[in-house]
C-alpha cells in the first residue's frame, strides 16, 4: 500500500551511488488556457514534512510547503513553455523543452545534472547525456518529485490567479480554475471567445469557440 507521504528511498539509492538528481514534474498539460509549467528539484539533506503530490494538498498548505521546499533544495529550476508555443509545437516537443528549460535552470545555478526522476510512464527529455527514471505516479512514491509537483502548481497557479492574467480577463475566473475547463470557463469562450493566452489550435473549445474566434479585447 502507498504510504500517503513519499519518502526519499528512491533519490537516496542514486545519490549514494554517485549520481546527481533531480526530480521534475509539470504542471499545465491539460489546461485550456496558460502556459505548461516544469519544475526540476536538487534535493537536499532528508526530508520536507508534509509533502506529497500537489494536487492532494490544499492551496493555503501548498504554499506554505512550496516556502519550506525552497529552503531545503540545493536548487529548483522552472521551465516555462508558453501557449503561443504549445500552439506551434505540439504537447510532446512543449513537454521536451520544457523539460530541457528546467533542468539548464538547475545548471546555470551550477549544479550538474545526470540522473532524472520523471513523473509519468514516458521519457519526453530524450537526452543522452541524462539518464531519466520514469516513475508511474511518481509524485506519490518520490519525496523529490512530489516537491517538484508543489513549486510547479504554486508557480503556475499563482500566476494564473495574478493581475495581469485573472484581473485582466475576469469573465474567465482564471484564478479559480486555472485555465481548465469549467462552467465559467466554458460559458465566457462561447461569449467572448478566446483570450491571447488561449491554445487556440485545441479542438476543446467546440461550437463555441469556432463560432466566435475573435480574442477578448483587453
Given at each position: 500500500?502507498?504510504?500517503?507521504?513519499?519518502?526519499?528511498?528512491?533519490?537516496?539509492?542514486?545519490?549514494?551511488?554517485?549520481?546527481?538528481?533531480?526530480?521534475?514534474?509539470?504542471?499545465?498539460?491539460?489546461?485550456?488556457?496558460?502556459?505548461?509549467?516544469?519544475?526540476?528539484?536538487?534535493?537536499?539533506?532528508?526530508?520536507?514534512?508534509?509533502?506529497?503530490?500537489?494536487?492532494?494538498?490544499?492551496?493555503?498548505?501548498?504554499?506554505?510547503?512550496?516556502?519550506?521546499?525552497?529552503?531545503?533544495?540545493?536548487?529548483?529550476?522552472?521551465?516555462?513553455?508558453?501557449?503561443?508555443?504549445?500552439?506551434?509545437?505540439?504537447?510532446?516537443?512543449?513537454?521536451?523543452?520544457?523539460?530541457?528549460?528546467?533542468?539548464?535552470?538547475?545548471?546555470?545555478?551550477?549544479?550538474?545534472?545526470?540522473?532524472?526522476?520523471?513523473?509519468?510512464?514516458?521519457?519526453?527529455?530524450?537526452?543522452?547525456?541524462?539518464?531519466?527514471?520514469?516513475?508511474?505516479?511518481?509524485?506519490?512514491?518520490?519525496?523529490?518529485?512530489?516537491?517538484?509537483?508543489?513549486?510547479?502548481?504554486?508557480?503556475?497557479?499563482?500566476?494564473?490567479?495574478?493581475?495581469?492574467?485573472?484581473?485582466?480577463?475576469?469573465?474567465?475566473?482564471?484564478?479559480?480554475?486555472?485555465?481548465?475547463?469549467?462552467?465559467?470557463?466554458?460559458?465566457?469562450l462561447k461569449d467572448l471567445g478566446?483570450?491571447?493566452?488561449?491554445?487556440?489550435?485545441?479542438?476543446?473549445?467546440?461550437?463555441?469557440?469556432?463560432?466566435?474566434?475573435?480574442?477578448?479585447?483587453?
Amino acid at each position: 500500500m502507498t504510504s500517503l507521504f513519499p519518502d526519499n528511498a528512491i533519490e537516496l539509492s542514486h545519490i549514494e551511488n554517485g549520481l546527481n538528481v533531480c526530480g521534475v514534474d509539470e504542471v499545465g498539460r491539460g489546461s485550456w488556457a496558460g502556459p505548461l509549467v516544469m519544475s526540476a528539484v536538487v534535493p537536499g539533506e532528508g526530508t520536507v514534512e508534509g509533502v506529497r503530490d500537489s494536487k492532494k494538498i490544499s492551496q493555503k498548505k501548498r504554499e506554505t510547503l512550496d516556502v519550506a521546499i525552497r529552503q531545503w533544495a540545493k536548487a529548483i529550476g522552472l521551465g516555462i513553455v508558453t501557449n503561443d508555443e504549445i500552439d506551434q509545437w505540439g504537447m510532446s516537443r512543449a513537454l521536451n523543452v520544457c523539460a530541457q528549460r528546467a533542468i539548464e535552470d538547475i545548471e546555470s545555478q551550477g549544479y550538474e545534472v545526470n540522473h532524472v526522476l520523471l513523473d509519468g510512464h514516458y521519457d519526453f527529455i530524450r537526452q543522452k547525456r541524462l539518464s531519466v527514471e520514469t516513475i508511474v505516479k511518481g509524485d506519490n512514491v518520490s519525496h523529490v518529485i512530489a516537491a517538484a509537483s508543489i513549486i510547479a502548481k504554486v508557480y503556475r497557479d499563482t500566476y494564473m490567479a495574478s493581475s495581469e492574467v485573472a484581473g485582466k480577463y475576469s469573465a474567465f475566473c482564471f484564478e479559480k480554475n486555472k485555465g481548465y475547463p469549467s462552467p465559467v470557463h466554458k460559458q465566457a469562450l462561447k461569449d467572448l471567445g478566446p483570450t491571447p493566452l488561449h491554445r487556440i489550435s485545441w479542438d476543446i473549445f467546440g461550437d463555441s469557440f469556432s463560432n466566435n474566434v475573435q480574442e477578448v479585447l483587453i
